[in-house]
């Protein structure tokens, strides 16, 4: 049975949420060739094109994601992280419902992500290819490298309702 999460709309102010992204930031550079790492710090995140949400379990943040809007009417996933302790409990997948839910009311018609490759991107990419993430070109400013990979989930009404 998957664990029930408080999805919270999150102004970033608190240590839980900080200590999360990064967490995020540091495994990003980890795992990531020099000049290859597009997660937002703190700054990036607190910008009005952003809103940044993060799943409770009682007093514990258990993961945090963000949706950016994008000048042509599409949307971006950004800054997905589980803490380590709410691995495989649901955590994740509850932000990307969110985020979901969000892009739907924004009428939004083509969620996209930006994520490296190798084995530290891999359950992050499960995540999204079993919520139906294709993989596809660079969208916004990004461009393709050996490195990089690019995520789409095209709107539909059963996504929305």
């Not at 998957?2 to 990064?22: H, K, N, V, Y």
């Not at 409770?56 to 971006?76: C, F, H, I, P, Q």
């Amino acid at each position: 049975m998957r664990a029930q999460f408080e999805i919270r709309e999150d102004d970033l102010s608190g240590e839980q949420t900080r200590g999360l992204l990064a967490l995020h930031l540091r495994g990003m550079h980890e795992n990531s060739p020099p000049g290859s790492v597009f997660a937002l710090d703190l700054s990036g995140l607190r910008v009005p094109e952003v809103i940044v949400w993060t799943a409770w379990l009682g007093n514990r943040v258990a993961s945090v994601g963000a949706l950016k809007m994008l000048t042509d009417g599409t949307a971006e996933v950004k800054s997905m992280r589980t803490h380590p302790d709410f691995l495989r409990t649901g955590a994740g997948s509850a932000i990307l419902e969110r985020i979901i839910a969000e892009a739907c009311g924004r009428q939004v018609r083509c969620l996209s992500l930006e994520t490296g490759r190798g084995p530290a991107f891999e359950p992050a990419l499960a995540l999204y290819r079993r919520r139906g993430f294709v993989n596809g070109g660079p969208f916004s400013s990004y461009t393709k490298s050996d490195f990089n990979q690019f995520l789409h989930l095209v709107l539909q009404p059963t996504d929305c309702s």
